[in-house]
């Protein structure tokens, strides 16, 4: 049980592949960007300068708007800024003539447009992104408006499962369904832990389960979802995951360790978890990848 503790404490402060550094954090899901957002529009990109002023440093991007779908926004195009402190945010990609769609916030005391979010409060879509990603506001839109929270709570799981289903929206969902998201769980100070604040319907997790079996290429938080609805043992899905797994590059096998400790917590296998141990003690050297390699398909080859 030790063994599988430690699984635990290193997925939370881990959530991406084990061993990489200076990685960009994940996007922030479309929900909460909507519930952060003073104004949502979409625009053209009409030009992009970089600025320096005493308080700032960063890029001026002015977009001509063609719909306002939050907030009530009276130009024809707002410029909006991005600070050089937020490397990702995808600046890089924001070009001329760019289809966009922005969430934002207004700074009265210094008259400019700021990111709603840390990062990536901007997203790139094409025609059909776009109008998939305005639907998912308008609706959650909608389910914000009702007052009983409860309702509004299922609602919101649904809508964050028809995200999941969608492949423009899938991260929004995925990033939110899974067990240690601030949506799923919630910390109670009384208790000093963390309390499930979300129950799936049957309905619910079997669309889950759908999800799972409809993806042929998993990411970290897809393995995730098999937590969420508790399907380790679900001969199917276990099935399907192990497959993939298989799939996976043999020369840096090691590289998926986050996948593995999904796996390995997942089935309370005690010998899978003592295998990522091993590649969690080894000593950073020239012979790492090598030997990290080998305890990895070791694990491969016993599931």
Same mark, same amino acid.
């Given at each position: 049980m030790k063994t599988i503790l430690i699984a635990i404490a290193f997925l939370i402060t881990v959530p991406s592949q084990v061993f990489a550094t200076n990685c960009p954090p994940p996007?922030?899901?479309?929900?909460q960007l909507i519930e952060q957002a003073e104004f949502i529009v979409t625009g053209t990109v009409n030009s992009i300068e970089d600025v320096e002023l005493s308080y700032y440093v960063g890029k001026k991007v002015d977009l001509q708007i063609s719909q306002v779908l939050q907030g009530q926004v009276v130009e024809t195009s707002i410029s909006f800024f991005l600070e050089a402190y937020l490397p &990702? !945010?995808?600046?890089?990609d924001i070009t001329v003539g760019a289809a966009l769609m922005a969430f934002m916030v207004y700074s009265e005391e210094d008259n400019i447009y700021t990111p709603a979010g840390y990062h990536t409060s901007f997203k790139l879509l094409d025609n059909e992104g776009m109008t998939v990603h305005k639907e998912r506001i308008k609706e959650l839109q909608v389910i914000n408006m009702f007052k009983d929270e409860k309702r509004r709570e299922v609602l919101t799981t649904n809508w964050l499962i028809d995200c999941a289903e969608n492949p423009h929206t899938r &991260? !929004?969902?995925?990033?939110?369904?899974?067990?240690y998201s601030n949506y799923m769980r919630y910390y109670d100070a009384e208790l000093e832990e963390y309390v499930q604040r979300i129950t799936f319907t049957d309905i619910q997790k079997n669309r889950i389960r759908n999800i799972i079996l409809a993806t042929e290429e998993y990411q970290f938080f897809d393995l995730m979802l098999v937590d969420t609805i508790g399907a380790w043992n679900d001969k199917e899905v276990y099935d399907q995951v192990v497959a993939f797994i298989r799939t996976l590059d043999s020369?840096?096998?090691?590289s998926y360790s986050s996948f593995f400790y999904r796996i390995a917590y997942g089935t309370q296998r005690e010998e899978l978890t003592e295998l990522l141990e091993k590649i969690?003690?080894?000593?950073?050297?020239?012979?790492f990848e090598d030997r990290a390699n080998e305890i990895a398909a070791e694990f491969v080859k016993m599931l």
């Amino acid at each position: 049980m030790k063994t599988i503790l430690i699984a635990i404490a290193f997925l939370i402060t881990v959530p991406s592949q084990v061993f990489a550094t200076n990685c960009p954090p994940p996007p922030t899901p479309l929900r909460q960007l909507i519930e952060q957002a003073e104004f949502i529009v979409t625009g053209t990109v009409n030009s992009i300068e970089d600025v320096e002023l005493s308080y700032y440093v960063g890029k001026k991007v002015d977009l001509q708007i063609s719909q306002v779908l939050q907030g009530q926004v009276v130009e024809t195009s707002i410029s909006f800024f991005l600070e050089a402190y937020l490397p &990702f !945010d995808s600046h890089e990609d924001i070009t001329v003539g760019a289809a966009l769609m922005a969430f934002m916030v207004y700074s009265e005391e210094d008259n400019i447009y700021t990111p709603a979010g840390y990062h990536t409060s901007f997203k790139l879509l094409d025609n059909e992104g776009m109008t998939v990603h305005k639907e998912r506001i308008k609706e959650l839109q909608v389910i914000n408006m009702f007052k009983d929270e409860k309702r509004r709570e299922v609602l919101t799981t649904n809508w964050l499962i028809d995200c999941a289903e969608n492949p423009h929206t899938r &991260f !929004d969902g995925v990033s939110e369904l899974y067990p240690y998201s601030n949506y799923m769980r919630y910390y109670d100070a009384e208790l000093e832990e963390y309390v499930q604040r979300i129950t799936f319907t049957d309905i619910q997790k079997n669309r889950i389960r759908n999800i799972i079996l409809a993806t042929e290429e998993y990411q970290f938080f897809d393995l995730m979802l098999v937590d969420t609805i508790g399907a380790w043992n679900d001969k199917e899905v276990y099935d399907q995951v192990v497959a993939f797994i298989r799939t996976l590059d043999s020369d840096h096998l090691w590289s998926y360790s986050s996948f593995f400790y999904r796996i390995a917590y997942g089935t309370q296998r005690e010998e899978l978890t003592e295998l990522l141990e091993k590649i969690q003690n080894l000593d950073y050297d020239d012979t790492f990848e090598d030997r990290a390699n080998e305890i990895a398909a070791e694990f491969v080859k016993m599931l």
